[in-house]
């Protein structure tokens, strides 16, 4: 069984100025069904841009939780959360965090340095900002508070091109953790 409820009204995917996005999904899977495990997973976020002139912050919240009903200890990886890549505990790579419960804040500052013309040959808007996240994915029997979640910050420049966002980062994270980014096209 499975619901969702999206609201999206944001101006731009990738670069949003104004507008909102929330996003409230339930499943609920159960071997009497035909299910592999009995099990229910809640997921929520949100995205709020705030703009003034040509500087942008854009907030993001995402949590979720697994509920595990039957003797299994774990479920496969497809019904777990992941954190990990770009903007999603951004000094980790891809698939690091991985848990039945997962939360994640993060603070983008965007500023636009050029309406047009990414470095004087394409008609894009040129971008530079950084982003402040916490966050983690635990199993059951962890508990997380703030002061347990792990925290990462990114510097990048971005651009819009007719392939989709152009991105080159550099994030770090307070426990060590570095990752480069030259990152193009959509995200998913």
């Keep these: 069984m499975y619901a969702s409820i999206l609201v999206d009204n944001l101006d731009n995917f990738n ?3 104004k507008g909102i996005k929330s996003n409230l999904k339930w499943k609920k899977e159960m071997k009497n069904l035909g299910g592999d495990y009995d099990h229910e997973k809640i997921y929520f976020d949100i995205k709020k841009p705030l ?4 500087n942008n912050i854009t907030t ?3 949590a979720g939780t697994t509920y595990n009903n039957s003797n299994e200890d774990s479920l496969i990886l497809s019904d777990k959360f992941t954190l990990g890549g ?5 000094a980790y790579k891809p698939y690091t965090l991985i848990g039945n419960h997962m939360f994640l804040a993060l ?4 500023y636009r340095i050029k ?3 990414f470095f004087g040959s394409l008609n894009t808007p040129l971008y530079a900002g950084f982003t402040l996240e916490a966050g983690d994915a635990w199993s059951d029997g962890e508990y997380r508070n703030f002061q347990d979640l792990k925290k990462s910050v990114s510097i990048y420049v971005a651009a819009e091109t007719f392939l989709g966002p152009l991105y080159l980062a550099h994030a770090s994270s ?3 953790e570095n990752s ?3 990152y193009l096209g959509e995200s998913f």
């Design 115 to 117: 309406d047009g013309g």
């Design 51 to 54: 703009t003034l002139y040509n």
């Design 86 to 90: 770009l903007f999603n505990m951004s």
């Design 15 to 17: 670069f949003p100025s």
């Design 174 to 176: 307070e426990d060590g």
């Design 107 to 110: 603070a983008k500052y965007r």
């Design 180 to 182: 480069f980014y030259i």
């Design 60 to 62: 993001y919240v995402k």
